[in-house]
Nanobody, 124 residues
Framework: QLQLVESGGGLVQPGGSLRLSCVVS????????IGWFRQAPGKGREGVSC????????KYADFVEGRFTISRDNAKNTVYLQMNSLKPEDTGVYYC?????????????????WGQGTQVTVSS
């Protein structure tokens, strides 16, 4: 059974960096497209970035503005989200989601599996 476990969140000052990890177990990661989503307090979940099964295709939300990088290591069953130049508005719970397909977009309705999330707080 597919399970996703996110980690790497925490409290960071504006301008700081964090690297989130999403470990996928129970399946072969090579077969799954992965997306990162986030949910701020009182708001709906929104797409941040997504990556194809091979890692050659990626997509980012407009608000990322070149600050984040998504990557994957299928041998380690792990997907990463490197976040730099963090802003207070990046605060929220970050989730990774998976779908048995080559590539999906930034709509969470395209994914069938998700983890419990990791909290990211950007504050001085």
């Amino acid at each position: 059974q597919l399970q996703l476990v996110e980690s790497g969140g925490g409290l960071v000052q504006p301008g700081g960096s964090l690297r989130l990890s999403c470990v996928v177990s129970g399946v072969t990661l090579d077969d799954y497209a992965i997306g990162w989503f986030r949910q701020a307090p009182g708001k709906g979940r929104e797409g941040v970035s997504c990556i194809s099964t091979t890692g050659r295709t990626t997509k980012y939300a407009d608000f990322v503005e070149g600050r984040f990088t998504i990557s994957r290591d299928n041998a380690k069953n792990t997907v990463y989200l490197q976040m730099n130049s963090l802003k207070p508005e990046d605060t929220g719970v970050y989730y990774c989601e998976a779908d048995f397909s080559t590539f999906r977009g930034l709509s969470r309705h395209e994914y069938d599996y998700w983890g419990q999330g990791t909290q990211v707080t950007v504050s001085s």
